[in-house]
């Protein structure tokens, strides 16, 4: 099987070790640029949001590169992301594109389909055993591919230079990308860390501290959100971001899990809405209590549970004195104009910090 | 007690349940004006600038009705039918309209979800009634009395009747007369939401625009609910949310059926879940018929007439293919 898969911030590193060894040839798309988003904007309803739209593009590099099956992740709604899967799939056979399309749903959902799908990828080269070894690798290095970006964003905004720190962390994922076993990537991550604790900060700068919220795919892949931790982070801003993949944060700053943001989230929003929606609304919260000074929601443009949490917003910055900003991205988001809201919203916490100061 | 109840949304679905019952509750039903620009500039006014028309117009709709009731009838609909989910915008509707308009009534906000059992409707119906009577009594009379009225109101859209057409015999009791179906008129499938396809301020007229032109039209209130559940079992998934579940099988129904001329998606801008909707109706036409489909998209500036040329020309069209014009 010659198969490909979405890129999502470093995922792709964990992904391919673990289609690699279970014998498939991996097929890089090219990371997400303007022409994939153009592709993908040419063949995907023009109202379906941005990760449909990027992922849609991705496909197509993916098959014109030689791709015959892809992968993904699939779901049970109420949030449109549960369907890209199939609706990408008869997209590109109608196109002409007889790719097989393997929607990994949550085996509890479909244990079924989730098995059938699950041994398609193992086969034909390779066993359960090795297929339980393999995935245990890939897991590590997820892990250990979250904890990386964490003590990024907690070192970016006090480094000397933001270029070396930066560059000290690519080099760190090159660790973990060559690591081929539980503890070799246990000892990649280990001097991936020490690298760049080694790299000098500026220890009596207190940057402003923001909380990252929204729905993952547009807060985990860069290309989408124009690298916002970066530009942040290089603006001296400390972010955290609520979503990990492995969803398990260094210090658990922000909470125990998703049973506190849920409750967090109950006073404002009773309900499940899909999505991220509901895990927004209580994120929120846990910054303004963690004192955080402000709080950044990303979501794609017509994304519906976010803009349900939305609207609840301004009642929390209300209560809670946390200013939010909501970003919609869409294919005509450019970078200068987040460039230019973010300056402005970074304006407005110094302000308010000065002032609390001030008191 | 004044109940108030927003004419959008699950109004056509429900409003014939909703009336009686709350009736039979002792309280008077007010429903707000039929949907006009004021009321949606005000809705625009009142939400986030990124929500479908519907919801805007909705909050419009509250805003009209909150001074003039004692209490909002504005439940969380979760789930209808037992399987899917409501757009996520129901599901967070009453928590949305409250941190949005200031000085509301006080808000039926009870959760109606379908899941938890068969019964869940008289059961909710039952959690509603109590806001209103300790009367154990009064409130299953009331309930029954609500089923009753609906289950008419059910059979009268299966017969063919848009709501508009059924409210009034409901009213008065009459039976509808024969459809004069004319023979070799063209039959149009009007696919779409209840609350953008009988709105008409929503939809532009477009009902009426057709049966003004000899068209015959059906809606997927039309088809019924033992149709659908069939075609649920066609596609390999089906989507999430239960009215656009309802469009995409009512679609697959008059596909297969073939005894439609044309088919006219009605979509709403900034619709999130019609954005799949459109598409999956788009490859199962080109898939499996020679069926010609238009999408319309309504938002707050389409223009009457802009519509009126296209479902001309459409109209036209498919009455040249049948030899009639
Ligand atoms: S289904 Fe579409 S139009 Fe209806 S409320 Fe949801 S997003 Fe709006």
């Known amino acids: ?359 | 007690m004044r109940v108030g109840i927003p004419m959008t949304l699950s109004f056509f679905t429900f409003y014939p349940l909703w009336k009686p019952f709350f009736e039979g509750l002792g309280a008077e039903v007010v429903v707000s004006p039929i949907s006009n620009k004021a009321l949606l500039d005000e809705g625009v006014k009142e939400t986030v600038n990124d929500a479908c028309v519907p919801i805007k117009l909705l909050h419009g709709h509250v805003s009209a009705l909150k001074d003039k009731v004692d209490i909002l009838f504005l439940p969380r609909l979760v789930s209808l039918d037992g399987k899917n989910t409501l757009c996520p915008k129901f599901l967070g509707l009453p928590d949305m309209v409250r941190y949005s308009i200031s000085e509301l009534p006080e808000i039926i906000e009870n959760r109606l979800d379908m899941k938890k059992s068969r019964f869940e409707l008289y059961r909710f119906m039952f959690r509603v009634g109590q806001r209103f009577t300790d009367n154990k009594l009064q409130i299953l009379r009331a309930i029954w009395q609500a089923r009753y009225n609906f289950s008419r109101y059910r059979k009268l859209l299966l017969h063919g009747l848009t709501p508009a057409e059924a409210f009034p015999l409901l009213e008065s009791g009459e039976e509808p007369d024969k459809a004069a179906e004319t023979g070799d008129a063209i039959k149009l499938a009007v696919l779409g939401y209840p609350y953008a396809l009988y709105d008409n301020y929503v939809s532009v007229g477009l009902l009426k625009k057709l049966k003004e032109h000899g068209v015959n039209v059906v809606t997927p209130e039309m088809v019924s609910e033992k149709d659908l559940k069939k075609m649920s079992k066609t596609l390999p998934k089906n989507l999430f949310w239960y009215y656009s579940n309802r469009v995409v099988w009512a679609a697959q129904h008059y596909l297969r059926d073939q005894t439609v001329d044309g088919m006219i998606h009605v979509t709403a801008f900034g619709c999130g879940p019609d954005a799949m909707t459109n598409r999956l109706i788009e490859l199962e036409a080109k898939e499996n018929s020679q069926i010609p489909l238009m999408s319309i998209t309504i938002d707050e500036h389409t223009g009457e007439a802009g519509v009126a040329t296209r479902v001309e020309a459409f109209v036209d069209l498919l009455k040249r293919k049948k030899g009639i014009l």
């Not at chain 1, 892809?70 to 997209?91: D, M």
């Not at chain 1, 097989?100 to 359960?128: C, D, G, H, I, Q």
């Not at chain 1, 658990?252 to 943001?261: C, R």
Request: aromatic share 8%; hydrophobic share 40%.
């Open chain 1, 1 to 359: 099987m010659k198969i490909s898969f979405p890129y999502m911030g470093t995922s792709h590193i964990a992904i391919s070790y673990l289609l690699e060894n279970l014998g498939h040839e991996v097929i890089y798309p090219p990371k997400p640029t303007k022409k994939t988003l153009s592709l993908g904007v040419q063949h995907s309803p023009e109202f379906a949001c941005l990760p449909f739209k990027i992922l849609m593009g991705t496909y197509l590099e993916a098959v014109e590169a030689g791709a015959d099956s892809l992968t993904t992740s699939g779901g049970f709604g109420p949030c449109r992301a549960g369907y890209y899967g199939e609706l990408h799939k008869r997209i590109l056979h109608d196109m002409g594109y007889p790719v097989k399309m393997l929607v990994l749903e949550p085996p509890l959902m479909a244990p079924l389909t989730f098995y059938r799908n699950v041994k398609s990828l193992v086969r034909p080269t390779s066993s359960w055993t090795n297929f339980y070894r393999v995935f245990r690798v890939a897991w590590e290095k997820l892990r250990a591919l979250d904890e990386l970006e964490g003590l990024l964003h907690e070192l970016r905004p006090l480094a000397v230079s933001k270029q070396q720190i930066t560059k000290t962390y690519e080099r760190g994922l090159g660790y973990i990308d060559d690591a081929g076993s539980v503890s070799k990537v246990l000892e990649a991550k280990d001097a991936a860390l020490q690298d760049m604790r080694a790299v000098p900060v500026d220890e009596t700068f207190t940057p402003l501290k923001i909380g990252i919220i929204g729905e993952i795919y547009v807060v985990l892949e860069p290309f989408v959100n124009h690298d916002i931790e970066k530009m942040l982070g290089d603006m001296g801003v400390y972010v955290h971001r609520s979503i990990f993949l492995t969803n398990w944060t260094k210090d658990n700053a922000v909470s125990n899990g998703e049973k506190d943001i849920r409750a967090m989230a109950v006073p404002y929003l009773n309900q499940l809405v899909g999505g991220h929606g509901q895990n927004s609304i209580g994120e929120t919260v846990i910054y303004a209590n963690k004192g955080f000074d402000g709080v950044i929601q990303l979501a794609p443009f017509t994304c519906i549970p976010e803009i349900v949490a939305k609207s609840i917003m301004p009642t929390i910055t209300r209560d809670k004195g946390i200013p939010v900003m909501t970003l919609f991205l869409d294919e005509q988001t450019g970078r200068a104009g987040v460039e230019t809201r973010m300056e402005a919203f970074l304006d407005l916490l110094k302000e308010k910090r000065n002032k609390q100061e001030a008191i």
